[in-house]
């Protein structure tokens, strides 16, 4: 960050997303940053960001969003991914419960791996899929009041809150650094 001037000055956030495989990590951000969707998404090898501008208070915001690309299968997912986050995104996926159960041993990784100030929002993705749901909104609720994490649901697929779950913990990374 720079602030020596009042042009010159500048935010850069890392915001990190993480849980287990298939939950709609890859479609999350792809939605976020380009409006596209995969029905068919294949995980890449290696880690992958994609930055993001919003404008706050008159200011450009910039927010480098990682994808663990795959890693997660692995149960590897490095110290080197979690390294500067000020943002993270915990998914699950509504209609599977084990993907829920799974929270809490991410946001162990979380803690090890991450500062405490580290802005933190759970998301049940996949809430177009209403029909087949696992995981009741309110368990989604008690989890995020128990732990002190923003609760949001999401769908990558009709678009349903992805921005507003982004944009939330960048305003709130942004107001907590200035
Ligand atoms: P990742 O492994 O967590 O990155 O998950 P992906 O983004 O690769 O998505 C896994 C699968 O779930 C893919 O077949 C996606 O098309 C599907 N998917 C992702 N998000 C949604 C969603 O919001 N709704 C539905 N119905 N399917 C989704
Ligand atoms: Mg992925």
Redesign the pocket.
């Known amino acids: 960050m720079d602030s020596s001037d009042d042009e010159g000055e500048e935010y850069l956030f890392k915001v990190v ?1 993480i ?13 976020y940053s380009k409006n596209e ?7 890449t090898i290696g880690v992958e960001f994609q930055t993001q501008t919003m404008e706050i208070d008159g200011k450009e915001v910039k927010a480098q969003i990682w ?4 890693q ?2 692995f149960r590897a997912v490095t110290s080197a991914y979690y390294r500067g986050a000020v943002g993270a995104l915990i ?1 699950y ?1 509504i ?1 599977r419960s084990t993907t829920f159960d799974s929270v809490n041993r991410w946001l162990e990784e979380l803690k090890t791996h991450s500062d405490t100030t580290v802005v933190r929002m759970l998301v049940g ?5 209403g029909n087949i749901r696992a995981v009741s909104v309110e368990d989604g609720k008690k989890l995020a009041e128990n732990e002190g994490l923003f609760f949001m649901e ?5 678009s ?1 809150n ?1 921005k507003t779950a982004f944009e939330l913990v960048i305003k709130e990374i942004y107001n907590n650094v200035s």
Not at 37 to 43: R, V
Not at 154 to 158: F, I, N
């Open positions: 997303i849980g287990d495989s298939a939950v709609g990590k890859s479609n999350l951000l792809s939605r969707f995969n029905m068919h998404s294949k995980s994808d663990t690309a795959g997660e299968r998914v996926d209609s993705n996949k809430c177009d899929l999401t769908s990558a697929l009709d349903t992805v």
